[in-house]
């Protein structure tokens, strides 16, 4: 019937039925689950803290030796490389190919390069063959010695090992550029913006890369006079070339990635590193190489020791 109201029928409310999902049974089972997963879990952590390496604590590295006064830093066993990246600014075909070494042992080296004044005492006690180079007019002391050849550097290193009954000697190319690096990957040990003259004795008109300009001294400067780089070693860049004892090879093909020298190739040639006062700062890069004749003596040829630690 249109318009017609529909009755309305009184309903009776009724509790609604409450349905419990989780029955004390299934919150048992579900607790029970949940330890049994805590357990695995923390059994699974156990087993990966047990798959881990234990790493012992460093050995104390032996305390640097003396010799004749001469003060001495202490290297520890690291990885580095031997070489340079093709990206590197300025690197030479001799560089190739980039190598990992890995030195298995601790050595000590020269906070300094050998000077005038550590040469005195050789000659002065019969050794060295008598022979006193010449300074070039700019004084000796503690300036580094110059004009030595390879074969003047052995001549010092078997007087002091008669003297001190040590087996010193001259680093390896490996170990120089290990030590000239000091721990990180860069042409200088250093950030990668180059190298300029209030950290080297160089031809500071030619820095390094932008680096700024800076003086030009045209002769050697007393050893120290600069800081020494973070492994504690002085002028390991520039001042004087240092020999080294590796036979001259025309790149790095066949190096064996340890500290150890190379002992073929040419050996009428030895390795020298580092650049000097005369150089440019890309002569100076830790992968930077040249090679002389065994008995050739310069202005700017000097060398450092070292000695391997048992």
């Not at 029928?9 to 049994?36: G, I």
């Not at 990635?257 to 390795?271: E, M, N, S």
């Not at 650049?275 to 004749?293: E, F, I, K, L, P």
């Amino acid at each position: 019937m249109t318009g017609a109201s529909l009755p309305i029928t009184a309903c009776a409310q009724t509790t609604p039925e409450v349905v419990d999902s989780y029955p004390k049974q299934r919150l048992k089972e579900r607790a029970e689950e949940e330890r049994r997963a805590e357990e695995a879990r923390r059994a699974a952590e156990e087993a990966a803290r047990a798959s881990v390496p234990v790493v012992q604590p460093a050995a104390p590295l032996p305390a640097a030796s003396s010799p004749m006064g001469m003060e001495m830093v202490v290297i520890a066993p690291g990885q580095g490389q031997l070489g340079s990246p093709s990206s590197e600014f300025k690197r030479a075909r001799f560089e190739n190919p980039l190598k990992t070494t890995f030195i298995d042992y601790a050595f000590e080296v020269g906070k300094y390069e050998i000077t005038f004044d550590d040469w005195g005492k050789c000659v002065a006690d019969g050794g060295c063959n008598g022979y006193r180079p010449k300074d070039g007019g700019w004084g000796k002391g503690k300036r580094p010695v110059i004009n030595i050849s390879f074969n003047d550097a052995q001549s010092y290193l078997k007087w002091l090992n008669r003297k001190t009954g040590q087996n010193y000697r001259l680093l390896s190319e490996a170990e120089w550029e290990y030590v000239a690096r000091a721990g990180q990957n860069t042409p200088f040990g250093r950030d990668g913006r180059g190298i300029n003259a209030k950290v080297a004795n160089f031809d500071g008109k030619a820095p390094y890369t932008s680096a700024e300009t800076g003086p030009y001294h045209r002769k050697t400067q007393p050893v120290g006079n600069y800081n020494a780089n973070p492994f504690g070693v002085h002028d390991i860049y520039g001042n004087v070339y240092e020999w080294v004892q590796d036979c001259w090879n025309p790149n790095h093909q066949g190096a064996t990635g340890t500290g150890a020298p190379r002992t073929d190739g040419d050996c009428k040639f030895r390795v020298m590193k580092g650049g000097s006062w005369v150089t440019h700062g890309y002569q100076m890069r830790a992968a930077a190489r040249v090679r002389y004749v065994t008995d050739y003596r310069y202005d700017d040829y000097g060398f450092r020791i070292a000695r391997t630690l048992n």
